[in-house]
């Protein structure tokens, strides 16, 4: 069974541009989630999918980001423009349920470069 | 509201040493607790985890207690291997999302 998977692994953009990022969950899993992690910091929630509707976006930095799940199937989250303060890594994650006991399976993650 | 908190590395140890990360975490509800794992060039793995008080999560010789009265859930391995170089990140999963401390990261050396 595949994994989550990530597009682009890196991407390096000049401050400005805009870059798309994305997310294949894992087959059947409704619930997809984004994460970042800024600098060696905590990885921070960002927003929740169940299937193709947001479930929360409370943790999204501003509206420069804009996620989207059309068709309940996979996931990409934009930046436009692009700041210097977005540079991290963003991973994202799938899990078949909500209750606390279930796991998540996360991608690899796409390192994003902002010069 | 719910966060976590873990030690500060970098952690560097000689092979077979003992491995204690601590995570102590504050949270509403009852949550489940995690720890993941990212290798070097990889995602995060799931390492272990525990669902309710007094659980205990074992996985590769890794054990983690989740204890309610101290509000912690400590990582610790018996015999570290240069193959456990890695980030550990320890979570909690409350209402619908996960909570992650900052990390981290583990140095083995042979």
């Known amino acids: 069974e595949a994994g989550v998977t990530q597009f682009p692994s890196h991407s390096v953009i000049e401050k400005g541009q805009t870059v798309t990022l994305r997310c294949d969950p894992i087959s059947g899993h409704d619930n997809l989630y984004w994460y970042r992690r800024v600098m060696g910091k905590e990885i921070k929630f960002l927003l929740h999918f169940v299937k193709e509707s947001k479930q929360d976006e409370s943790g999204m930095p501003n509206n420069r980001f804009l996620a989207e799940r059309t068709g309940g199937t996979y996931s990409t989250l934009k930046v436009q423009p692009a700041e210097l303060e977005d540079s991290g890594v963003y991973f994202c994650?799938?899990?078949?349920?909500?209750?606390?006991?279930?796991?998540?399976?996360f991608g690899q993650g796409t390192r994003l470069t902002v010069v | 509201g719910d966060s976590v908190t873990q030690m500060e590395g970098p952690v560097t140890l000689s092979e077979e040493a003992f491995l204690t990360i601590n995570c102590t975490y504050t949270?509403?509800?009852?949550?489940?607790l995690f720890w993941y794992v990212q290798y070097p060039g990889e995602g995060l793995q799931l390492l272990l985890k525990?669902?309710?008080?007094?659980d205990k999560g074992s996985n590769k010789g890794f054990e983690a207690t989740y204890r309610k009265e101290t509000t912690s859930f400590h990582l610790e391995k018996g015999s570290v291997q240069v193959s456990d170089s890695a980030v550990y990140f320890c979570a909690l999963r409350g209402f619908n999302k996960f909570y992650f401390g900052s990390g981290t990261k583990l140095n083995v050396k042979p």
């Open positions: 525990a669902t309710k008080a007094d």
């Open positions: 949270a509403t509800g009852y949550p489940s």
């Open positions: 994650a799938s899990s078949q349920g909500q209750q606390t006991s279930t796991e998540a399976f």
